[in-house]
């Protein structure tokens, strides 16, 4: 899993089938001090997550393994909207902090 801010949203009304009705979200990769990588993926969204929010990514053939995504040809998948992230007793995000 990698931790990843959500940028933007891509909209493709053709797709393949098996995809149908899944979001799809621009998101950019984090490292360790919650710093944006330079490295941007697009992944199947399926638990609503909204531009700004940070989210855990499953890469690769993990992404395929989250449920009803199995049988579909994602290499990523956004399985998680993150609330806190602390390092050594230190806060790195707080989803509450963010909006205020």
Known sequence: MQLAK????V???QKEPSLQGVKFLLVQLLD??????PKYQVAADSVGAGVDEWVLVSLGSAARQVPRRGDRPVDA??????????????I???KKDQYR
């Open 77 to 90: 998948a956004v399985i998680a909207i993150v609330d806190t992230v602390s390092v050594e007793n230190r």
């Open 92 to 94: 790195l995000y707080s």
């Open 11 to 13: 909209v493709s009304t």
């Open 6 to 9: 959500v940028r933007g949203t």
């Open 32 to 37: 360790d001090q919650g710093n944006p990588l």
